[in-house]
């Protein structure tokens, strides 16, 4: 702590302990303890207690004084607990009796004070910054914490009883315990403490985990969660400790069938049995392995489909406990479609499930969310043909737009048609398929199911979206394009050509981006050119940029810049690719120039830098785009957005690397050829730097080094720095020569100001005319592109740049002192109005 921070810490003490004052931003407290828990992480908790002798007397002041605000003794607890993560530092605060007063929960509670959430959490964040050493166990121990702790864990506040469970789990997983039956040592007192603090947790969770009656599930619940943490990440001797305990509780609890408890109970299982012997030779761990087969079969299906579902998202699986899971997972999708999945047969109890709306949708859904998953497993634990896993989705598909189901399920099916809940999840779970082995013989039945539904009326816009998002996935595996039929063709271009009309501003997106998204698919024997037309596809692109809504318009500008750019890299003809481009690029700058909304602007400059990136080789293509650049950049630099400005910047970064391709990152002169070799490089840069200067690209750079926008005025300093450098080996020449002109308002304003700046403090200080800017460069307002670059100091500015934005007010010095100033307004109620004190963001 450097001295200054060390002079003031009394005075913020003495604020915060007084009860009269009151902080305006309670986030100064978090700052504060930031700033403490960086002080102490290195061990010098201690040494700040004998240098700072005012923090002992904080903490004492403070236990005492009931009438602070708790945000207040919240904080002193935390800092208590930091305070004595070192033994030294606890035993200088045991020694000035203060650890006992503040960690008293029976001291707050008789005050009145314990109610307060804020407070609580305090105590158990104090407590666990504390517990580091076996001096602090032993206090906790003694103290008779662990009780208060347990209760915590299950309280009413979300937050309380949250940082109280990982408090409990880092204390057992903390504590220390006897490996064996080993002779007793220096550490028996230490051992004591451990097996104390396990014996007390493990009772409690033997106690707490069955409720006795409904209001106790939430208790249960609580208690599940710090079980599954603790037997996840415990080893021997805790893990065969707790397990002993809670065995029986556990067999209890999966007989009492709660649902509201699968889940948990299923993760404590799981947690139990993926730390078990593959042998399960123990007891414990056997009755681990018939714990989780009960769980697999003798619930009731919703909480079956739960279960099963649990195992599948925990490992590491065997494939006795697998395949009976994946039956449960698959057994509604039989059900539903009658398509045989793994052996699934009919199950009375399940069936009468399924009949309920609620649960059949709940179930089919589950079923489909975890289809992809099974088919994914190795042939040698699940054999699941992953084509007849796609087939039953294909069917739920129909069965929800109302084709017929199989006869023995109509009581079933009738509960999924229309419902867009379960067409997304087949639509997710076809889409996933797709990547699975032994699928490329569904590829036809999948495109005429999705057609189906993009040109199902009764479609909602989310299930278009998903439908679209699968035909593009299936699209992009599918290699045989003699599955593209005729008809199917002309079933799309039907079903797209409606919907890219469609009233509603999502479809029309989803559409949109579906046929850019299939219009920059690589070719190479993908079925995503014989699907539709890419001349097609481009005029139904071009009219989107007309569409009413700037969603619709930033995705049909994207689509545009695929589209060309893969016509580029196919070598289609310069003239075709000029001509489609001429019809659009009026119609993007006057986007960039008119769109109110700033992701549609953004777009059309990404479009120019895709055409750019593009265009290297095509003398025609970069005709017609050397004409477009100069208007790209001067409004791209002008937007509001600072998004599109730094999209801009982008651009002009293409634009000089391509101007000195070869010549960057030269940071001083190297050897140059003599005479004609060398003149003959400087005028081909100082013609490069004048058609740069001539595009627009100088003022873009040097307008972005003063704006306001720090990520714009970094990359504009950054690409400065690089011009610079390219330069600097050929200044002296024709280079020094090239000029740049300078507006007289804007950024050109801004401008001569630093170069004014520059030359005064050159000439030591001495202002021009009337106490005036010198002017910096000629009448007309020009100067060398060289001269300037060297005078902006874009060194100092680049390093500052580069440091966070609130580096300035960023110090623990500023935040002691706004604690102060806001404590003295607080404290004086004279204080005139407008004159208060604001923190500043730290």
């Excluded at 593009?614 to 950049?633: E, H, I, K, T």
């Excluded at 080094?705 to 002296?732: H, N």
């Amino acid at each position: 702590m450097d001295s200054e921070c060390a002079s003031l810490l009394p005075q913020v003490c003495e604020v915060l302990a007084d009860s009269r004052r009151s902080l305006p931003d309670d986030t100064s407290l978090e700052k504060l303890l930031d700033w403490f828990t960086g002080l102490t992480k290195s061990g010098a908790g201690a040494c700040l207690l004998e240098t700072c002798s005012c923090l002992p007397a904080f903490i004492s002041s403070v236990g005492n004084n009931t009438a602070l605000d708790p945000a207040i003794i919240s904080f002193t607890l935390k800092l208590t607990g930091l305070l004595a993560a070192s033994e030294d530092g606890f035993k200088l605060l045991q020694e000035c009796s203060v650890l006992d007063l503040v960690f008293s929960h029976r001291h707050w509670q008789e005050k009145g004070l314990w109610e307060d959430p804020c407070l609580r959490i305090g105590w158990i964040q104090g407590l666990k910054s504390l517990l580091q050493h076996p001096a602090a166990f032993q206090f906790f121990v003694k103290s008779d914490f662990i009780e208060p702790l347990l209760h915590l864990q299950t309280d009413t506040s979300l937050f309380v009883a949250s940082a109280a469970n990982q408090t409990l789990v880092h204390i057992l997983l903390s504590s220390p315990l006897p490996s064996s039956e080993e002779e007793q040592d220096d550490k028996t007192a230490q051992m004591s403490t451990g097996t104390d603090v396990v014996v007390a947790v493990s009772e409690f969770l033997a106690a707490s985990l069955v409720p006795r009656d409904r209001s106790q599930l939430r208790r249960s619940l609580q208690t599940l969660r710090l079980l599954a943490g603790l037997l996840s990440q415990a080893g021997d001797p805790l893990r065969d400790t707790l397990l002993r305990t809670v065995l029986d509780p556990l067999e209890e609890l999966a007989k009492a069938d709660y649902s509201q408890l699968t889940l948990p109970l299923m993760e404590s299982i799981m947690a139990a049995h993926r730390t078990s012997s593959c042998s399960v030779a123990d007891v414990p761990d056997r009755r681990v392995s018939r714990l989780l087969s009960s769980m697999l079969s003798s619930r009731k299906p919703s909480d079956l489909l739960q279960a099963a579902a649990a195992f599948l998202h925990r490992g590491p699986r065997d494939s006795v406990h697998t395949v009976q899971a994946v039956r449960i997972l698959l057994q509604p999708l039989y059900i539903l479609t009658g398509h045989p999945l793994l052996g699934a047969t009919d199950d009375l109890a399940m069936v009468e499930h399924l009949k309920s709306k609620p649960a059949c949708i709940s179930m089919i859904c589950v079923s489909l969310t975890h289809a992809p998953q099974i088919t994914d497993m190795p042939c040698d634990m699940v054999s699941c043909p992953p084509d007849s896993v796609v087939s039953a989705v294909l069917s739920v598909l129909k069965i929800c737009s109302g084709f017929s189901p199989p006869a023995d399920s109509r009581r079933v099916s009738r509960n999924v048609i229309g419902s867009s809940k379960v067409q997304k999840c087949a639509l997710e779970a076809l889409t996933a398929l797709s990547a699975s082995p032994g699928v490329k013989q569904k590829v036809s039945d999948v495109f005429g199911v999705l057609i189906d539904y993009l040109d199902n009326p009764d479609s909602d816009p989310t299930v278009l979206h998903k439908s679209y998002q699968a035909l593009g996935k299936w699209a992009s595996v599918c290699t045989d394009r003699s599955l593209i039929t005729d008809q199917l063709r002309e079933d799309l271009t039907a079903a797209v050509g409606k919907r890219v009309c469609d009233m509603r501003w999502e479809v029309r997106d989803s559409t949109v981006e579906f046929l850019g998204h299939l219009a920059t698919e690589p070719g190479g024997g993908s079925a995503s050119e014989a699907l539709l037309s890419r001349g097609w596809i481009t005029s139904l692109l071009t009219v989107a940029l007309q569409d009413a809504e700037s969603y619709v318009r930033a995705s049909a500008v994207a689509g545009l810049a695929g589209t060309l750019t893969q016509r580029c890299q196919q070598g289609a003809a310069g003239e075709e690719i000029n001509i489609l481009k001429s019809e659009i690029v009026s119609r993007l700058l006057q986007i960039l120039s008119e769109d109110t909304e700033g992701f549609s602007r953004r777009a059309v400059v990404r479009y120019f830098i895709s055409w750019f990136s593009s265009s290297a080789s095509r003398s025609s293509s970069a005709s017609l785009l050397s004409q477009s650049v100069p208007g790209v950049l001067l409004r791209g630099s002008a937007d509001l957005d600072w998004e599109v400005k730094v999209y801009t910047l982008e651009l002009a970064e293409l634009l000089l690397d391509r101007a000195f391709s070869g010549r960057q990152n030269r940071t001083k002169p190297r050897n140059h050829p003599r005479g004609a070799a060398l003149g003959q490089e400087e005028a081909e840069v100082a013609a490069a730097l004048s058609r740069l200067v001539e595009l627009g690209v100088v003022s873009v750079l040097l307008g972005g080094l003063v704006d306001c926008d720090r990520p714009v005025a970094l990359k504009a300093c950054q690409l400065l720095v690089t011009l610079r450098e390219t330069l600097c080996p050929l200044s002296g020449g024709l280079v020094d020569a090239v000029p740049c002109e300078l507006p007289e308002r804007g950024w050109g304003e801004e401008i001569s100001r630093i170069l004014g700046a520059e030359k005064r403090d050159a000439a030591g200080g001495k202002p021009g005319v009337d106490g005036d800017p010198e002017d910096p460069g000629d009448a007309d307002g020009t100067v060398s592109v060289c001269e300037l670059l060297a005078s902006l100091g874009l060194d100092q500015k680049l390093d500052v740049l580069s440091q966070s934005s609130d580096h300035v007010h960023n110090s623990a010095l500023s935040l002691l002192q706004d604690i102060l100033a806001a404590g003295v307004t607080h404290t004086h109620p004279e204080t005139q109005p407008g004159q208060e004190v604001i923190v500043d963001c730290y």
